[in-house]
């Protein structure tokens, strides 16, 4: 069965960076791409960007450029977030999710979320 | 400020239908893209409940159905049960910003 398996919770100050992996099991990893979506407490869902398995092109929605990267090690079947001078404002839940595309692509299996707090 | 706008909540008692609308515009739901709605039971990970605009994943009761027209698209779900009570999220694409855009969700209490 598919499964999508983060790492876990992180607590973070103001400035550091954290690393998130999300790591599949059960499919093809190069078959489909990967959605990460954040959770902002008491939020709604956001799209942060998405990941070609096969080529390792990232996309990002415009305000998560710049301090947001998303990277692959296809070897183990990961996906990685990378969030660099992180904010309080960074702090939510984010969750990888397979893409199935077809006209637009939706998330059809997720991660259980990884909790992230900045907090001096 | 969502791309795409849903009624912040709904509510409708046991036994009920209730439908949750999404509105778009031309850069995304008018642009022929496909809408896939999600529920999120409290405190648990988003589920995918349609996907591209009427279909239903393995395992997702015939009670919920999805439907776009124009620039909108809506979720009915008849019957209503106490165990639907949850958040529900349209999601698109929007070919303006390049990107995948959900909905502001929608709270959905079942009285």
């Known amino acids: 069965q598919v499964q999508l398996v983060q790492s876990g919770s992180e607590l973070k100050k103001p400035g550091a960076s954290v690393k998130v992996s999300c790591k599949a099991s059960g499919y093809t990893f190069t078959d489909f791409p990967m959605n990460w979506v954040r959770q902002a407490p008491g939020q709604g869902l956001e799209w942060i960007g998405w990941i070609d398995t096969n080529t390792g092109n990232p996309r990002y929605a415009q305000p998560f450029t710049g301090r947001f990267v998303l990277s692959l090690d296809t070897s183990v079947s990961t996906a990685y977030l990378q969030i660099s001078s992180l904010e309080a404002a960074d702090s939510g839940v984010y969750f990888c999710?397979?893409?199935?595309?077809?006209?637009?692509?939706?998330?059809?299996?997720w991660g259980q979320g990884t909790l992230v707090t900045v907090s001096s | 400020q969502s791309v795409l706008t849903q009624p912040p909540s709904v509510s409708g008692a046991p036994g009920q239908r209730v439908t949750i609308s999404c509105t778009g515009s031309s850069s995304n739901i008018g642009a022929h893209y496909n809408v896939h709605w999600y529920q999120q039971l409290p405190g648990t990970v988003p589920k995918l409940l349609i996907y591209a605009n009427n279909n239903r994943p393995s395992g997702v009761p015939d009670r919920f159905s999805g439907s776009k027209s124009g620039t909108s698209a809506s979720l009915a779900i008849t019957g209503l049960q106490a165990e639907d009570e949850a958040d529900y999220y349209c999601?698109?694409?929007?070919?303006?910003?390049?990107?995948?855009?959900f909905g502001g969700g929608t709270k959905l209490t079942v009285l």
């Open positions: 999601q698109s694409y929007d070919s303006s910003l390049r990107a995948a855009v």
């Open positions: 999710a397979r893409a199935k595309c077809g006209g637009s692509c939706s998330s059809d299996y």
